[in-house]
């Protein structure tokens, strides 16, 4: 091993010590409870669409945050409202559908507003 290496070598654990990451502190977060306006204090998901709105999924819904209000979609006698209160998660289908894990699923474009439910049915339910 040449010497250049070896200098390396016996540095590396000098520098790697000296290496932290950034202090995570309570104080810099913001906490939103159903006392804020979401529908829920049990979040399955969060994600954030193109245009910076948080979606989450709770056990009483699907709520939107534009960073100061939230804004809830419950489900409902119409078609186009989410099947289930109790929504398990969330998946982007591309760049604007948002597709909501309810009884079925229920799809979300973000940048119209338009809504659609999609229910599976299935033969041997177990």
Same mark, same amino acid.
């Given at each position: 091993m040449s010497i250049r290496r070896s200098f390396i070598f016996l540095l590396l654990p000098f520098i790697v010590n000296n290496i932290c990451g950034q202090e !995570?502190? #309570?104080? @810099?977060? #913001?906490? =939103? $409870? &159903? $006392? #804020?306006? &979401?529908?829920?204090? =049990? !979040?399955?998901?969060? $994600?954030? @669409?193109? $245009?910076? =709105?948080i979606w989450t999924t709770t056990a009483a819904g699907l709520n939107r945050f534009n960073g100061n209000h939230f804004v809830q979609f419950h489900s409902n006698n119409d078609s186009l409202s989410p099947a289930s209160e109790e929504t398990a998660g969330m998946n982007w289908l591309d760049k604007y559908q948002l597709a909501i894990y309810t009884s079925g699923v229920h799809i979300v474009n973000t940048q119209t507003g338009e809504t659609k439910n999609i229910f599976i049915p299935y033969h041997d339910k177990q």
């Open positions: !995570i502190n #309570e104080k @810099d977060f #913001e906490r =939103y $409870t &159903i $006392t #804020e306006g &979401i529908s829920h204090n =049990y !979040i399955s998901a969060v $994600t954030q @669409d193109p $245009t910076c =709105y």
